[in-house]
């Protein structure tokens, strides 16, 4: 087990049995790195997640693989556990480069059918929230900034298959993979029973808890979704998480309960701030809300983080809804405007 103080420092860090972990760096994103998991077993070696595809990446890996003496060619297949940048990019520079095989959860095919056919990385479907929650500002900003970003193509293309819920043979080790809705509609994590691990991507993190639905495909009760998922969790034997971004180690269970207890204070703090504004629109609830683990005020964030604050809030907003604790009313647009329309104003049930 890795005991270096900084998760993200440069090498080949082994984790379990016959599993290391190489963090892959993402370059202007508050995030860091991505932990990249080169899993060896009697097939060959695999990797769970594959990392952003930006320059040099590829270059760290093939030392990191080095350091154990495995070579960039024996890679074979990429499971990926979500459809977000820093875990799917390098897959397909890896199919090109040595031909190893890509997999991905059937749920994403259709946030990466719709990412193809916007060919950018415009977030459509979070700037639809943003306007029911009455930020066509924040939402005409983010739009711009993803204008400016680079598309490629080639980063995207399809996998060479679809995982389904179920049994699952990554590096010849065979493995479970469940669905984790939340953060993507399809986003997988992989038990190995052997090591007593359970490869969390980014459903289960240890330090902080994942965007909710910031992806392409449709909006349908995201955070509703990663709720449930997190609780199927504890029904499962407890592991040994592997996570994405962060330090591994820590039982999944703890951090699972740490995660619910967490949305269940945010859920309150949401519906406080609805009781103490009657009528307030989503954009107007997140801006009464703390964001991060520093408690900043709405208006320090950047626009990006604007964008995932206001989003966040509508899904809590939500499940505050499906549960019957808030309504919505969007018949009468504010002031009359036509560009309110659709805005949705919340009160307390």
């Known amino acids: 087990m890795t005991t270096t103080t900084d998760w993200t420092e440069i090498g080949c860090h082994p984790v379990a049995e016959r599993i290391h972990r190489i963090p892959l760096p993402m370059p202007g994103d ?10 060896e077993g009697p097939d060959g070696v695999s990797l769970v997640d594959a990392g952003w595809n930006v320059p040099g990446n590829l270059e760290i890996l093939r030392a990191g693989l080095r350091s154990i003496d495995v070579g960039l060619s024996e890679i074979t297949d990429v499971h ?4 977000h940048r820093d875990h799917y990019t390098m897959g397909p520079e890896l199919r090109r480069v040595v031909g190893a095989r890509i997999h991905l959860g059937v749920g994403e095919s259709p946030g990466l059918a719709a990412l193809r056919d916007l060919a950018n990385t415009v977030p459509a479907d979070s700037l639809l929230q943003l306007r029911r929650a009455g930020a066509p500002g924040i939402a005409s900003a983010a739009r711009e900034q993803a204008l400016t970003e680079t598309w490629l193509e080639r980063d ?4 060479d298959e679809w995982t389904d819920e179920g049994p699952v043979v990554i590096g010849g080790r065979p493995m479970t993979a469940t669905v984790t809705a939340g953060h993507t509609k399809g986003h997988l994590v992989f038990d190995d029973p052997g090591s007593g691990v359970t490869f969390t991507g980014d459903h289960v993190l240890p330090r902080i808890s994942p965007s909710i639905g910031f992806e392409l495909g449709g909006w349908d009760n995201p955070l509703g979704a990663y709720l449930s ?3 199927a969790m504890l029904d499962r034997p407890d592991s040994l998480m592997l996570p994405a971004h962060g330090a591994v180690g820590g039982s999944v269970h703890a951090r699972v309960r740490e995660l619910l207890a967490h949305h269940d204070a945010r859920l309150d703090a949401t519906r406080r701030a609805v009781a103490s504004s009657p009528g307030a629109t989503g954009l107007q609830v997140a801006q009464a809300l703390p964001w991060t683990r520093r408690e900043r005020a709405f ?8 964008m995932i604050a206001v989003c966040e809030t509508m899904a809590h907003l939500d499940v505050l ?3 019957g604790e808030v309504i919505a009313d969007s018949s009468e647009p504010v002031g009359g405007g036509v560009a309110d329309e659709g805005i949705e104003r919340y009160v307390v049930a």
């Open 30 to 39: 508050g995030l860091r790195a991505i932990n990249v998991y080169v899993v």
């Open 156 to 159: 995207w293309e399809l996998p």
């Open 229 to 231: 998922s997190l609780e």
């Open 321 to 323: 809804l499906e549960r």
């Open 80 to 83: 990926v556990t979500h459809i």
């Open 299 to 306: 208006t320090s964030l950047d626009d990006f983080n604007q």
